[in-house]
Nanobody, 114 residues
Framework: QVQLVESGGGLVNPGDSLRLSCATS????????MSWYRRAPGKERELVAGITVGGRTNYADSVKGRFTISRENAKRTVYLQMNSLKPEDTGVYYC????????WGQGTQVTVSS
C-alpha cells in the first residue's frame, strides 16, 4: 500500500523558514520522481517543486531562490526547505509521487502571517 505522509507545517511569521518532510512507503522510492504542490485558499493546486530520480530539480517561478527540494533515498523521504516565507506562500502543501496515475499525501498546512 502506497503511503505518503507530510509533516513540518505550521504557523510562522513572514521571513521565517520551515522544512517540510514527506515520508513514503509501499513503493520503490528511488525509482520515481517526487514533487511538492500547494493549494492556496481559493486557488487551484499548483506545482511548487519537483525532483527527478537523478536529483534534477525544477521550481515554480514564485519560489525560485527561496525553496529547495531534496530527497534522501535511504530514508524514502523528500524534503522542501522553505526560506524567506511570504504570506502568499500560505496554503496546504502536498507531496506527490510521480508513479503511474500518481499518489498524493494528505497535506500539511503552512500559514505565513504576522
Amino acid at each position: 500500500q502506497v503511503q505518503l505522509v507530510e509533516s513540518g507545517g505550521g504557523l510562522v511569521n513572514p521571513g521565517d523558514s520551515l522544512r517540510l518532510s514527506c515520508a513514503t512507503s509501499g513503493f520503490t522510492f528511488n525509482a520515481y520522481g517526487m514533487s511538492w504542490y500547494r493549494r492556496a485558499p481559493g486557488k487551484e493546486r499548483e506545482l511548487v517543486a519537483g525532483i527527478t530520480v537523478g536529483g534534477r530539480t525544477n521550481y515554480a517561478d514564485s519560489v525560485k531562490g527561496r525553496f529547495t527540494i531534496s530527497r534522501e533515498n535511504a530514508k524514502r523521504t523528500v524534503y522542501l526547505q522553505m526560506n524567506s516565507l511570504k504570506p502568499e506562500d500560505t496554503g496546504v502543501y502536498y507531496c506527490y509521487a510521480q508513479m503511474g496515475a500518481g499518489y498524493w499525501g494528505q497535506g500539511t498546512q503552512v500559514t505565513v502571517s504576522s
